[in-house]
C-alpha cells in the first residue's frame, strides 16, 4: 500500500510557474509507475506526465515543453514543476502510484489532490 501526499499548488497568474511535490510512504524504487494526472471541471482526468516502470518519461501534449517531472529518490519524492502556466491548466492535480503484488496484480493509488488555479 502507498500513501501519496500532494502539495504545492496554489493560485497563479497565466505564464507563471508552480512546482508541485507529491510524497510517497514507501521508497519509489518499489513502484512500477509514478506520475501526475489532473481533471479540471467538467472533464475527465487525464495524464500530464509519468515515470513509466522503464524509467521512461511520458507527457500529455498540451504540456509538453512547459512542465517537466523529476524524481528524488531519497526523499520519496516526485515532482511537476510547471512553467508558463495557461488558464487551461487549472484543476486539480492528483499524484498517482502503481505498485504490483506478488501475483502480478497491479494496484493503482491516488493523491488527494492538490488545487492548480492560473488566472489571466
Known amino acids: 500500500q502507498v500513501q501519496l501526499v500532494e502539495s504545492g499548488g496554489g493560485l497563479v497568474q497565466s505564464g507563471g510557474s508552480l512546482r508541485l511535490s507529491c510524497a510517497a510512504s514507501?521508497?519509489?524504487?518499489?513502484?512500477?509507475?509514478m506520475g501526475w494526472y489532473r481533471q479540471a471541471p467538467g472533464k475527465q482526468r487525464e495524464l500530464v506526465a509519468v515515470?513509466?516502470?522503464?524509467?521512461?518519461?511520458n507527457f500529455e501534449d498540451s504540456v509538453n515543453g512547459r512542465f517537466t517531472i523529476s524524481r528524488d529518490n531519497a526523499k520519496n519524492t516526485i515532482y511537476l514543476q510547471m512553467n508558463s502556466l495557461k488558464p487551461e491548466d487549472t484543476a486539480v492535480y492528483y499524484c498517482?502510484?502503481?505498485?504490483?503484488?506478488?501475483?502480478?496484480?497491479?494496484?493503482?493509488?491516488w493523491g488527494q489532490g492538490t488545487q492548480v488555479t492560473v488566472s489571466s
Open positions: 514507501r521508497s519509489i524504487f518499489s513502484i512500477y509507475r
Open positions: 515515470f513509466t516502470s522503464g524509467g521512461k518519461t
Open positions: 498517482n502510484a502503481a505498485v504490483v503484488a506478488g501475483g502480478g496484480s497491479e494496484y493503482d493509488y
